[in-house]
C-alpha cells in the first residue's frame, strides 16, 4: 500500500509540471524577484506616458492621416490634436480673454506640417503653406487673439549660426502670416536656437529632429 500511495504521487507531480511546460512562457509575469507566474492569458492594458506617446509628430514612420477640423462652420484640413485642433479648441473655451501673458508665456503649438529645407531660412518644404493658410484663416476668425513665433534649432553646429538661423526663420512666419492678412496679430517673432533643445548633439540626426521646430503661442 505505501509503494502504491507514492507511485501516486510522483505520477501527481509529473503530470502538474507537464501543464506548466505546456503554457510555456508566453506571457510571464514578475512577481517578485525571481519569482515567474506562467499563464496563457494576455495580462495588459493601455500604454501610457512616453510609451503611448511613441511616434507622434514628423518623425513618425507611418504619415498621420488629416481630419477635417471645424472652425466656426469652416472645415479645415489638419491632424486630430494637432497644431490647429488645438489651438481652436483653446479659443471656443473663451479662456483667451482672461488669461495673463504669464499663463500664456509657457504654451506653445508645434507646427506638424511646415518644414524647412535644410540649411534654408526662405524655402519651404512642399505642403508647408497649407498650414500657414490655416493659422491665418484661425487668427481671422478670431481678430482680438494675439500670437508670438518661436524658431529652434538642435544642439549640433555652431551656436551663434543656429540662433541666427532660427530668428530668420521665425522671421520669414511671420512674413509670411503677414502676406496672408495676420499682420496685426503677430506680436513678435524669436530665435531661440538650441536654448531649449532637449536632445543629445550625438543622437542620430532622427531623434534631433524633434528640436528642430517652428512654434507658436498665444500672447497679449
Known sequence: MRKL????AIATVAVSCKKIQAGGNKNTLKLEEGIERYSDDHQGGESHGHEAA?????????KKAQVSIDLNGVALKGFANGMEDSMIKYLKSGQYASATEDGLKNTWYNFDNV???TGSANQLEAGSHEQLDNLAKILKAYPDAKIKIGGYTDKTGDEAKNLKLSQERANFIK??????GATAQIVSAEG???QFAHVDAKASDSERASD???SVRFTK
Open 5 to 8: 500511495v507514492i507511485c501516486l
Open 54 to 62: 511613441a511616434g507622434h509628430g514628423s518623425e513618425h514612420a507611418e
Open 115 to 117: 518644414n524647412f529645407k
Open 175 to 180: 512674413a509670411e502670416l503677414s502676406k496672408l
Open 192 to 194: 531661440y536656437g538650441s
Open 212 to 214: 528642430r521646430k517652428m
